[in-house]
């Protein structure tokens, strides 16, 4: 039996629109939101702060085994990479929506001048993966005054 033609809206096309968006985003900025089936570049998310005169970098990694995580910090970088593992083989699952990513991740962040990166304390918590470091006073922010002059 033959199917009726569907009959076009401007809901289907700005459907297919979203669709071709986020593939794209997909594709260039890693596994967010993906509902593809094949492993991608994760990207955690990030966030750094200084607090109490320390820097600190905190990583979202839920699920992903601290001893599959590593941390490289040289000179003004601070590189963190690893791997998101699959728990079981998920053949015969047919999902009904997916947006967790697996697979190998990396995330470098630029040091603050001054920062000695063999002073790079690391902890995992509940997920999350912290990472502090002493920031030397001569690297603080300070506010700088702004001078006015008088047109006179």
């Known amino acids: 039996m033959a199917r009726e033609p569907k009959t076009w809206t401007p809901f289907h096309e700005l459907d ?10 997909d ?14 570049n994760v990207m955690p998310a990030l966030e750094s702060y200084v607090e109490k005169g320390k820097l ?8 992903v085994d601290p001893k599959d995580v590593e941390i490289i910090a040289g ?12 728990a079981q083989e998920e053949q ?30 690391a902890s995992y918590r509940n997920g999350v993966l912290e990472l502090t470091v002493q ?7 300070r506010k700088v005054p702004i ?3 008088n047109k006179s």
């Not at 297919?16 to 985003?25: G, I, K, M, Q, Y």
């Not at 000179?75 to 699959?86: A, K, P």
């Open 16 to 25: 297919r629109f979203r669709r071709d968006f986020d593939d794209l985003f």
């Open 147 to 149: 001078e006015v002059e």
């Open 75 to 86: 000179g003004d970088h601070l590189t963190i990479r690893g791997r998101r593992e699959r």
């Open 27 to 40: 594709r260039f900025l890693g596994c967010r939101g993906s509902h593809h089936e094949t492993e991608a």
């Open 135 to 141: 920031v030397p006073e001569q690297a603080a922010s």
């Open 56 to 63: 600190v970098i905190r990583i979202d990694l839920p699920g």
């Open 92 to 121: 015969g699952k047919d999902f009904f929506h997916r947006e967790v990513c697996y697979g190998s991740f990396e995330r470098t962040v630029r040091l603050p001048a001054r920062v000695n990166s063999e002073d790079v304390k």
